[in-house]
């Protein structure tokens, strides 16, 4: 680890903050329907889609109600994504020609973008046209991220009302999210992208000559198409020369830019943020890193407004932090300190100035341990998933620092709006069991919670390991589920379950040697990332509702005080008692065998 590195991650981690606070302020003005800098512009546009649309702001509805706005709402835009890549070949904005995505790939992308998960089987470059990278993901980008930010501000309205039967209206929820936070805030940041080099056009892929010229020999072919055998049997070859290169284009910067806002993750290209039309310099690399986490930490600092004490957006903060720190100081440690089995090759693996140190397979070296260390921890403690770095080459602790990040359940601020609402949870958990070691009713914000809650609450946890083990379990014992892995013994399995632990938990990055193109992965993963996001956010609206009919409870002097250190210790132990120790067999059989075996003599 070098000091360089640690003022990296040391600025990262305090502009980060600065900015949250300010923007969880103003995102509670625009769900408390309160006057902001952007009612000028974006009024207007609001009332316009109201009307369009027949939606009646003043017009609340039940938790129920609200469930079903959110399913009809996702199910829509899943089959429409679905059909569109279907018939992108006949589509406009097509400039190379691209077939229409086989029907596996269209449901599990359909799938993928619907539930904010942004998995992706396919190398976008090659597979989407603009068309379906503009009006279908892009477009999904937007509204996944804004329907979980809805969910979120449901629970925390029933955490605030008394004696009510309603939480909100999905719909005005679902537009104010997109018009007055997403919306600016990808506009800002893809212009910053555009100034940096990232890509932003309609042109068809531009073909340009090659600086240096590459020779290489490659199969002579009959007239038939078949390769000439020589007198042995061999392939006969020939001198090919290189001079030209075709360069992948399109209306990149605009996706990217709400990729990262939205946590969402779904590169325009297949390399992700490793690719320099998706992130071309260091400082689009910050702008991007923060990008991710900026609206997942703002919520906490909103959530303590919205519910009139900001010491518990605080305390929050103060539990999920550091998870984070923790994290991205292992992530970074391991992969600082290299491969033992390199270094007894004798290569140099300690950084200097002229050498960039650590593991640096898989890694750009613009950005080099330090930041991808820290982009592989941010990317996964949210529903991100992009990444600017090769998780699979990573070392064994390294890769299982994201992979722990997803098991957590993607808490630790998590994803937009999902994050908050799945860490919620488990405050409710820690109240609960809180309330029966000292034989009190326990309450959280002055609401009780009871049976109903906790069994909703149990629901929400327990969905998320199950579907992730039951289908990795399926696809190690199934002869078409080996058939992809292309790393046998421990690695191999840590790629399956990397694979079903990023969709089970929307987050959407991947253990790259898995060759996931398949019916049988691309059914699978639809089928868990469905589960794990929608058995979540069910539950969670029905707490909502159950808590906003309750009325408030005054403090007393038995009530437990939710702001404390003592609390915030008490719900960071229930958060790895609950959420980690159940994926700890199967973590010791792949990552942890793997790193006893790298460091064995």
Known sequence: MTASGWIQIILYLVVLTVLAKPLGSYMARVYENKSTPLDRLFGPVERLLYRLFGIRPEEEMDWKIYTVAVLLFSVIGAVTLYALQRFQDILPLNPQGLSAVSPDSSFNTAISFTTNTN?????GEVTMSYLTQMLGLTFHNFVSAAAGMAVLVALIRGLVRRNAQTIGNFWVDLTRTTLYILLPMSFVVALILVSQGVVQTLSPYQTVSLVQPIQYDQPKLDASGNPIKDANGNSVTEKVTLTEQTLAVGPTASQIAIKQIGTNGGGFFNTNSTHPFENATPFSNFVENISILLIAVGL???????????????????AMMPILILGILVAY???????????????????????PGGNMEGKEVRFGVADSALWATSTTVTSNGSVNSMHDSY?????????????LGEVIFGGVGSGLYGMLIFVIIAVFVAGLMVGRTPEYLGKKIEAYEMKMASIGILVMPLVVLLIAAIAVVNDQGLSSILNPGAHGLSEVL????????????????????????????GF????????????VLAIAGSLAS????????????????LFIGWLLAVVVIVGALVFFPVDSLGPIVEHLQMIAH
């Open 300 to 318: 906490v600092f909103m959530f303590g407004t919205m519910v009139g004490d900001s010491r518990q957006g605080w305390a929050l903060f103060a």
């Open 333 to 355: 440690s391991s992969e600082a300190a290299g491969n033992p089995k390199i270094a007894a090759l004798g290569v140099n693996q300690t950084a200097s100035d002229t050498n």
């Open 498 to 525: 990397y694979a079903f632990t990023s969709q089970g938990n929307n987050n959407g990055s991947a253990f790259a040697g898995l060759n996931a193109n398949t019916p049988f992965y691309n059914t699978l993963g």
């Open 550 to 565: 309750k009325k408030k409870i005054p403090v007393g002097a038995g009530t437990l005080p939710t702001h404390t250190p």
């Open 119 to 123: 998995w992706q089987g396919y190398s």
């Open 395 to 407: 070392t064994p602790l390294g890769g299982l620092v994201p992979l722990v990040m997803m098991q």
């Open 528 to 539: 868990a990332m469905l589960f794990g996001r929608f058995w979540i956010k069910i539950p």
